[in-house]
């Protein structure tokens, strides 16, 4: 039976992950810093353990006695946390890093690494019509700062692990995911839970503006877990040796997210843009040529539908919280 490593199984993506692989049928151990009672989903199935992944022997003892790994820990974030925490989020290097020469020494056959769209050069991205992003598009590198360029030396790092180890690595580049179990406040949220939160808070307490950030016509994409979930799993077990991009190509401005929210929530809101908080490009989308010429498929949930799972659920935890009186998030 095949035994599974997800690093970052108490974050977001990394906790539907496992459920899924568990789900399989695999024996997975899901591995994060956070004390279990954080983690978004706990899957009572799996070897669940709490380690810092930054120190090297916490790496092998992870990895001790399995087959494959899917890294998704990092420190990271919204815009709100990446444009805050350069330094923070280069530290991820050293999980990266660490797991890899794990991998290599505990005979790993395969590994996956979570990437992202803030790989890709930041002179590509000025426009709000952005045409899409293409995977060659990542160089001549000008990565986002902090963020984009831990991102892009660890895939390198993939790259050259796999060459000189013999190790199958797989590296997809993720444009933004939302949906369930998500961040949505605390400041590491990202566009689509924040504005639910937004709009779910003046649905429930009479609120009659919102605070968007920048002009709202900075434009992107965004990709349901449910269709990330998947893309990942595909994208690990094929044939594909380059990074790829894993994201949907429905680009949309903030500004029609949140019209997106309101119609959702039945309420209509002043808008208040405030051009001083962090925005990022003005225009990114995936360009999914090379993920539909090897898999025969990309991520495809209309933004509409996923949102609509996504502000439920999320209205479901705010209600919680407000009845108890407590956060039900922790970070
Ligand atoms: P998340 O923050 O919800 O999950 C990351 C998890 O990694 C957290 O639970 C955190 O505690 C854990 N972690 C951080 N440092 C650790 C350490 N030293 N040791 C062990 N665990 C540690 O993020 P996510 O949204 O689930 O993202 C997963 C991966 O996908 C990350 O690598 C992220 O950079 C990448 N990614 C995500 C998005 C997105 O939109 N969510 C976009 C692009 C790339």
Redesign the pocket.
Same mark, same amino acid.
């Given at each position: 039976m095949k035994r599974i490593v997800v &690093? $970052?199984a108490? +974050?977001? @993506? $990394?906790g539907h992950l496992v459920k899924a692989l568990v789900a399989h049928g695999y024996q997975v151990r899901g591995?994060?810093?956070?004390p279990l009672n954080q983690w978004?989903q706990v899957t009572e199935e799996a070897d669940n353990l709490i380690?810092?992944?930054?120190i090297k022997e916490n790496c092998y003892q992870a990895l001790n006695g399995y087959h494959e790994v899917f890294n998704? =820990? =990092?420190?990271? +974030?919204g815009m709100g946390f990446i444009e805050t925490h350069k330094a923070d989020c280069m530290l #991820?290097v050293l @999980?990266n890093t660490h797991l890899l020469m794990a991998a290599r020494d505990k005979g790993i056959n395969r590994f996956f690494y979570? #990437? #992202? &769209?803030c790989v890709y050069n930041a002179t590509k991205q000025t426009d709000t019509d952005n045409p899409g992003l293409r995977e060659s598009d990542a160089y001549p590198a000008m990565a986002e700062d902090g963020y984009g360029w831990e991102k892009l030396f660890s895939e390198r790092m993939c790259r050259h692990f796999s060459e000189d180890y013999g190790i199958i690595v797989r590296v997809a580049r993720?444009h933004?995911?939302y949906g369930p179990f998500g961040?949505y406040d605390g400041g590491?949220e990202?566009a689509p839970a924040a504005l639910c939160r937004k709009v779910i808070d003046a649905e429930l307490g009479g609120v009659k503006d919102i605070v968007i950030w920048g002009d709202g016509l900075q434009t992107r994409s965004f990709m349901y877990i449910g269709d990330c979930i998947k893309g990942i799993q595909d994208i690990m077990y094929s044939n594909i040796e380059e990074p790829i991009n894993l994201g949907s190509s429905e680009m949309v401005s903030i500004n029609q997210l949140a019209d997106m929210a309101e119609d959702i929530g039945g309420v209509k809101l002043d808008r208040l843009y405030d051009l001083s908080a962090p925005k990022g490009v003005r225009g990114r989308n995936s360009e999914n040529t090379l993920i539909r010429h090897y898999l025969n498929w990309e991520p495809s949930t209309p933004l509409i539908d996923g949102l609509r799972q996504t502000y439920a659920w999320i209205r479901e935890q705010m209600i919680v919280a407000k009845e108890s009186k407590k956060p039900v998030r922790f970070n």
């Open positions: &690093a $970052g108490g +974050g977001f @993506i $990394g591995v994060d810093k956070k978004y380690l810092d992944l930054m998704l =820990a =990092a420190d990271m +974030g #991820s @999980i979570a #990437s #992202s &769209a993720f933004n995911v961040t590491r990202k």
